[in-house]
């Protein structure tokens, strides 16, 4: 660490973690939960939002990019496990850092100690213009293991009562606010402004392992979304009226939507002794480009 001059560890907004700067951007990766905090390419805003506002450790993070494994919220457990999984609230550890011929920078972590759960993970970062980050979980038991997860990303808006996200439409999805009772169809982009439950979200669209993109009109960029090995994606958004319960949120719901490439709900990963599983998001940022019949 001490003779990469382009990995850093020290405090970042009181959190310890590792900073990487590159000459296409900067990140800073919490040792506190592995959690992505900030990814900055060159010239641009951060892509990510974290809240100004945090409880002590081992409060969860609000804000970058919460691992969620191996579960997701408590899908399939109990009231008496941690919500979102064993991972976001581990001491995590970096395994191997390098350098790319074109400048990128290449880290491989994992968490240092979890609960038996017969399941191994690593996560893999390259930092450079675009953003790309994998989940790689092993089966180390001898027996199969069912798991959810996903990478529940915060991306920074300039008012996520203006976004709409591409990718979604003709999709089934999920609502948490109706128990998940029945599959609902998207039509057109996603918004907040949706007639149905408008200001607020919280869906699980299902059979969704595509690209998406995130228009925002207001920081004048759009942020692309590459998932891969992901059946589902998770589109949410607390609203003004929940938010103002969430003491590391309150008016901080209008600067961010969560996106999450996960597999959950009804969408869950199986793996055999032996097998393993990787889910990839890549995340590029770029000027908006008009869209024709969108109305932002």
């Known amino acids: 660490m ?16 590792w900073q990487v700067r590159t000459p296409r951007a900067t990140a800073v990766i919490s040792v506190f939960g592995g959690q992505l ?9 951060d892509l990510l939002w974290l809240s100004p506002k945090r409880a002590e450790l081992p409060t969860p993070i609000r804000g970058g990019v919460p691992v969620c494994w191996p579960w997701f919220g408590r899908q399939g457990k109990g009231n008496d496990v941690p919500a979102h999984g064993l991972v976001r609230t581990a001491r995590w550890e970096l395994l191997q850092a390098r350098h790319n011929d074109d400048g990128d920078v290449e880290l491989r972590l994992a968490p240092l100690s979890i609960a038996e759960c017969g399941l191994r993970l690593q996560m893999q970062l390259r930092i450079g213009r675009q953003l790309h980050q994998q989940l790689t979980s092993e089966n180390t038991g001898t027996s199969p293991v069912t798991f959810t997860q996903a990478l529940h990303s915060y991306f920074r808006v300039g008012d996520s009562r203006r976004v709409e996200v591409d990718g979604l439409d003709g999709l089934q ?20 402004r949706d007639p149905r439950d408008p200001g607020r979200s919280d869906r699980i669209y299902i059979d969704a392992g595509g690209d998406y993109v995130l228009r925002d009109p207001v920081l004048q960029r ?28 309150g008016q901080g719901w ?9 597999n959950a ?8 002794p032996g ?5 990839v998001q890549v995340l590029a940022s770029t000027p908006l480009q008009p869209a024709a019949g969108h109305s932002v």
């Open 2 to 17: 001490q003779s990469n001059p382009d990995i850093s560890t020290g405090l970042y907004h009181g959190l310890e973690a």
């Open 37 to 45: 905090l900030s990814f900055i390419p060159e010239g641009q805003p």
């Open 173 to 192: 999805y999920l609502d948490k606010y109706e128990d998940y009772a029945q599959a609902r169809r998207q039509q057109g982009p996603w918004s907040l």
């Open 222 to 249: 759009q942020i692309g979304i590459r998932s891969e090995g992901s059946h589902t994606l998770v589109a949410w958004n607390p609203g003004a009226e929940a938010a103002a319960k969430m003491a590391d949120v």
């Open 254 to 262: 209008h600067e961010y939507v969560c996106l999450e490439v996960a």
């Open 265 to 272: 709900g009804p969408e869950q990963i199986t793996l055999a």
């Open 275 to 279: 097998a393993r599983h990787q889910l």
